[in-house]
């Protein structure tokens, strides 16, 4: 397995973890954004954890735990136009985005599972 550095999931994580912190740095429901910054924060922390391991079962264990996190911030994301953080619109970016990525960390479990 290369760096998890050199994977592309890991470097989405890391750009959708930015785009959260950037939306919400001003959002005063302290408890919200906490828990959406938390969440978003441990996809990336997964899949760097889980590629530390140099070990596939480790790997998809890890990479399990960050859908798990993405499924998060997309539900949260869900939430947001209804509370009235952020537009309708970009809602739907974010959990395109969302989509986007754990279909890829998906993909990424399938191609380990059947190594």
Do not use: H
Not at 22 to 45: C, P, T, Y
Not at 49 to 72: F, P, Q, T, W
């Amino acid at each position: 397995m290369k760096a998890f550095e050199d994977l592309r999931i890991w470097q989405d994580a890391q750009t959708l973890a930015v785009d959260v912190y950037v939306l919400f740095k001003e959002n005063k429901d302290f408890g919200f954004r906490d828990q959406i910054q938390r969440a978003v924060i441990s996809i990336s922390n997964n899949i760097a954890e889980g590629a530390e391991y140099n070990s596939d079962k480790m790997m998809i264990r890890y990479l399990r735990i960050a859908k798990g996190s993405c499924g998060e911030v997309k539900n949260m994301f869900y939430l947001c136009p209804k509370l009235g953080y952020c537009s309708n619109e970009k809602g739907k970016e974010m959990i395109e985005k969302c989509k986007a990525l754990t279909n890829a960390i998906g993909a990424f479990i399938g191609y380990l599972d059947n190594k």
